[in-house]
């Protein structure tokens, strides 16, 4: 079975301080995919990015970093520098090749940015 | 480009009636997918097409819910009769499945948001 875990609830932070998501995930098959999305106050879930259970790279995109760690099942995400447009629910999610489509959502973590 | 679009955006409805929810693909996607929303079991698929075929519609939760995706660029899902517990956001997904096995990450709509009252 596959479960995705973030711990975290809320995470509230001053402008420009840099937040850490942590995301924690199980799964039994070799090959998946970890994927991270933003839910801002207005509803949408936009894609973030997507990794494959082969590329244990951690990729930078502007402000946002992401630290892949097979060993520990973990797939953390870091805002660098927060903003207030940063403020928003973000969800880490699994998926595995024969399950495509079937996004394992985490609970999510609400992130608040005040100036 | 535009991305996946619902409709409508905001429903509400008394219980019993019938709910229809629309949702057009980004073009040249070929899966399809609907999400449902809540608090208390946040995000799970209800059900996937893949070449306007219904692949898993294990996650529907009842008969009373239906989707059909009669072509590449327009899918629904139905419920009749809606209840309260129905209320949640709506998504629908779309995505491209490559030739050689590789697919395009979900890419969500803005989400319909039900209340059944």
């Known amino acids: 079975a596959q479960k995705v875990t973030q711990a975290q609830t809320e995470i509230s932070v001053v402008e420009k301080e840099d937040v850490t998501l942590d995301c924690v995930y199980e799964t039994r098959d070799t090959t998946y995919y970890l994927f991270w999305y933003k839910q801002p106050p207005s509803g949408e879930l936009v894609f973030l990015i997507r990794r494959n259970s082969f590329d244990e790279q951690n990729e930078i995109s502007g402000r946002y970093s992401w630290n892949f760690q097979k060993s520990t099942s973990s797939f953390n995400f870091t805002i660098t520098a927060s903003q207030v447009v940063d403020s928003a629910v973000y969800f880490c999610?699994?998926?595995?090749?024969?399950?495509?489509?079937?996004?394992?959502f985490g609970a999510g973590t609400q992130v608040v940015v005040t100036p | 480009d535009a991305g996946v679009i619902q409709s409508p955006r905001h429903e509400v409805t008394e219980m019993g009636q019938e709910v229809t929810l629309r949702c057009k693909p980004i073009s040249g996607h070929n899966s399809l997918f609907w999400y449902r929303q809540t608090m208390m079991r946040g995000l799970e698929l209800l059900i996937y097409?893949?070449?306007?075929?219904?692949?898993?519609d294990s996650g529907m939760p009842e008969d009373r819910f239906s989707a059909k995706m009669p072509n590449a660029s327009f899918s629904t899902l139905k419920i009749q009769p809606s209840e309260p517990r129905d209320s949640a956001v709506y998504f629908c997904?779309?995505?491209?499945?490559?030739?050689?096995?590789?697919?395009?990450?979900?890419?969500f709509g803005n989400g319909t948001r039900l209340t059944v009252t």
């Open positions: 997904a779309s995505s491209l499945a490559g030739a050689g096995g590789g697919k395009s990450p979900l890419h």
């Open positions: 999610a699994l998926m595995t090749t024969d399950s495509w489509g079937k996004l394992q």
């Open positions: 097409f893949n070449n306007n075929v219904p692949i898993d």
